[in-house]
Structure formats: C-alpha cells, structure tokens
DNA sequence: TGCTAATGAGATGTAAAAAG
DNA sequence: CTTTTTACATCTCATTAGCA
C-alpha cells in the first residue's frame, strides 16, 4: 500500500532537467522505445533517437505520437486483447516495442472501464480545464463540443464502425 | 480512490520548461542571428559565454525577428496546437530552441483568447498609444488601417492563410 | 512604457511501475 | 491479467522582467 510518508518527498524532477543532458555514463541498455527504423512513424521521435539509453534513476516515458494514437485506436476498436502474437505485430506496425503496445491496451482498457475512454458518440466528452476539449487522437483544443466533433469526423473518420 | 493530494509536495515546476533536449540551460545560442541589424549588444552579448556559467540569474529574453515572426504566425495559423514533432520542426526551420517555439506558441494562444491576437488592447478602440497600428509580422506602425493593410498585402501576403 | 518572452504554480492526461 | 500509484510532459493562467 505505499504508506510511506512519500506525501512529501521533494520530488527530485528539479534537479533532473538540469542535468538531464544526455550524459555519457551508458546506463545498461533496457531497450524501450528504441528508434524505430524507417517506418512511416519516425519523424517525431528524432529528438529522442539519443535517449534510447535511459538514465538508471529515471523513468522512460514514452510519447507515442497522434499518428500511432491512431493506428492503435484503430486496432483497439477491432480486439481490446489482442494475442501476443497480434500484439507484436501491431507492435511493428506502429514502431513501438511489444512491451509499450501491451502496457498501451492495458491501461486504454482500465481507461475505457472508468469510462473515460474516446467517446466519439454522443454523450461525454472530453472536458478538460475550463472550456477545452481535446481531441483523444491528435491533441488539438476545441472551445465547444460540436467542433470537436466536427474534427473527429473530418480528421479521424471511425471507419471501423461499419458494419 | 485517486486521493488527489493535498499536501504540500513541492512541485516540479520545470516539468514545463527545460525539458531534456541538447540545450538545457545557459547556451547563448539561442540568440538568433540576427540577418541585417548587426548591433553592437550582439557582440558583447556573445563573448559573455564564461561568465554566463555562474551567473545565470538574469533571465534571458529571446528576441524573435520579423522573418522569424512570419514563419511562426504562418504555422499558427495552420495549426495552433502542434504536435511536440512539428513543434520541433518549426524550431528548426526558424532556427530557435523547441522550447523557445512552444513558449511562442502557448503565449500566442493566450493571447488569441485573450482576444487581442496581436496589439489592440481591450475595448476595440485602435490606439495604440498614439493611434498608431503596429504590424504584427514586422513591427512597423501606421496611423490608420488602410496603410497597414496595404502594407500587409504588400510585405506579407497570406497566401496559404487558410487551409 | 508597451509589448511580450520567460517563469511559476496549478491542473490534466497518461506511460510506466507497483500492488493485488 | 486488473487496479492503483507514481513520474513526467504539456497545457492554462497569472505574473515577472527584458528590450525597443
């Protein structure tokens, strides 16, 4: 249960961005969100291609771009739990490693149970702040619902929805 | 139960800024070059390098030029909320730090809701200090709004305003 | 001095890790 | 696997401060 008294704890984030510049200690290289070759989703992570040796004391977040958000949305619509097998070549599809496709549908599963998950239809929405929605696949705000809905259907057209 | 915390727990301020990119901290690199105004300023700005090391307790204030101003506008207007990608993108192609462009960007959407995109404070009233209309690309002022029109489609035409 | 780049704090979303 | 928690990334909003 953590009962630490971690409440406190002064988060070290501070000193982490200062000398956070790509050090030369290699730290052993757990291989997570490694460059992936030329697929068609390289572009945005060029900045990170040298941040593939994670530090040891810090967490490797990966930022899976609009354009995977897309492709895995897509596939999510189609099986919520895929197989390994499935897994992993969505996996290659998209250019992310097995291990953070897996760790995605996990936690986009446990997302759509809270029931907060791409509610394209109608009903919810995203609410986010005050008047700002912002669009599950890419990450543009939207003032009212109405456009964002406008730009779901121009710019992220569910076709899986045919049946 | 998501027991959101109410505790102290300093916060990690920098999340927003200095993010892990090449250029944490210091590097008076950022300065853009400047093409034709070759200031004096400029120089002893440059030669400071040493001494920046242990003093950075002034905060440095990119100065963005015009043509620089007009790359940026004309990328807002296709897209105000760029993904972190074509952020970095724009930052290269403008030739300033991701960083720099993203605070850019945030300040511009504030002041897009703000209501006042460029110049002209509240009440819709054109004065500017002495009724005068500053150019939101260059910084060239004009009296009346015809000559700032005419200088607009003159010295900076939207061709591809919109999309 | 006005405009605006930069900073700080609070809020939100979520990938990754931990707990179950 | 699911549920919960942590850490990090980015946003808004308010404010500060640098330069023409």
């Known amino acids: 249960m953590v009962s630490h008294l971690n ?3 002064i988060k070290n984030t501070l000193s982490d961005q200062s000398n956070n510049t790509f050090n030369s200690s290699m730290a052993p290289i757990k291989q997570s969100t490694k460059p992936m070759s030329e697929t068609s989703f390289e572009g945005q992570r060029a900045s990170r291609e040298f941040e593939e040796e994670h530090r040891r004391d810090k967490r490797q977040r990966t930022t899976i771009t609009p354009e995977q958000l897309e492709v895995l949305y897509q596939r999510y619509s189609l099986d919520s ?3 390994r ?4 070549s969505i996996a290659r599809d998209v250019g992310l490693t097995r291990r953070v496709v897996q760790v995605w549908f996990q936690n ?3 997302r759509e149970r809270k029931g907060q998950f791409r509610s394209v239809g109608p009903g919810s929405s995203f609410t986010l702040g005050l008047n700002h929605l912002r669009c599950p696949f890419c990450r543009a705000l939207f003032k009212v619902k109405s456009a964002l809905d406008a730009h779901m259907r121009s710019r992220h057209w569910p076709r899986s929805a045919i049946g």
């Open 7 to 9: 409440n406190i704890q």
């Open 81 to 83: 739990n895929p197989t």
């Open 85 to 88: 097998g499935v897994l992993e």
């Open 108 to 110: 986009t599963r446990a």
